[in-house]
């Protein structure tokens, strides 16, 4: 059986070959070969910047004659939560690619949050106190920050996850917020905040000046990489003297690995729910 290991896409090549990294780790895990793709803009990325193998999207695959060569596509999606994306974008644009021929059929599997599973909580805590240890905090404030989204249902699944995270760093933080790194204007969009500069401002004013940004993002994209948007929000109060120190994006963590895998095992054995099966 053939997966297609799904992420929203990139520009950068860091997200790109982490991708990979999964991808082969989850292969070599499961027997079973897993392809990495962005939903869009990954097949963007110069070659050069990637080992000299093309990245690849959904999006280019979609249009291309690779995609007449395959008669089912299991969707895996790297997502934490029922994003547009995989509960609308992929779903439709697969839908066009099966009606070409009455032999195809595809599946999308679960994102990776499941109530009740706390892995990713428990992985969060984790990178979160390894990034503690590394510069030498003791009981830092702890920002959990999100890139923010115009739905309720992906915010609970930031929300949900967040409470446990307090809970298992427990007295190990002098304090604790989810917020989100952006968000849509108008009250209806209010369940996004605190955001993140409003909230190290705050900090900052009340004496606060070790912080730890637990990113909740799984791969190092425009937002999450190395001088991104969180690195530019941080920035100013950096400047005044916050120390800021951001914990290793989610998808380095091997639970990650754990929980596709299960992914793949529930599929095997006709477990789970399933986001779409046509």
């Known amino acids: 059986m053939e997966y297609f290991l799904i992420d929203n896409g990139s520009l950068r090549a860091g997200s790109v070959l982490q991708m990979r990294e999964i991808a082969q780790n989850l292969s070599a895990r499961t027997g079973h070969s897993v392809r990495p793709f962005g939903l869009m803009h990954s097949h963007k990325v110069a070659p050069s910047e990637l080992g000299g193998l093309p990245g690849q999207s959904m999006q280019e695959f979609l249009a291309s004659e690779r995609a007449d060569e395959v008669d089912e596509i299991r969707a895996l999606p790297f997502f934490l939560g029922p994003s547009l994306a ?22 999308i599997l679960p994102p990776l949050y499941q109530s009740g599973d706390d892995r990713l909580a428990q992985a969060m805590s984790e990178l979160c106190q390894q990034a503690m240890k590394n510069a030498g905090f003791h009981n830092p404030y702890v920002a959990m920050v999100d890139h923010g989204t115009p739905l309720p249902e992906v915010n609970q699944v930031r929300e949900e996850v967040g409470g446990k995270v307090e809970e298992f760093l427990g007295g190990s933080v002098g304090g604790f917020s989810t917020c989100a790194m952006e968000r849509r204007p108008g009250p209806e969009y209010d369940f996004n905040d605190p955001l993140l500069e409003d909230l190290l401002a705050e900090w900052f004013a009340n004496g606060v000046r070790e912080v730890v940004l637990s990113q909740f993002f799984l791969l190092p994209g425009r937002h999450a990489g190395p001088g991104g948007d969180l690195a530019q929000i941080c920035q100013p109060l950096i400047d005044q003297g916050m120390k800021i120190i951001r914990a290793e994006n989610l998808g380095k963590h091997p639970l990650i690995i754990d929980i596709l895998r299960d992914r793949i095992a529930d599929d095997l054995s006709d477990r789970g729910v399933l986001l779409s099966d046509q």
């Open 86 to 107: 995989i509960t609308d974008w992929l779903p439709e644009n697969l839908g066009l690619w099966k009606e070409k021929t009455d032999s195809r059929k595809f599946r």
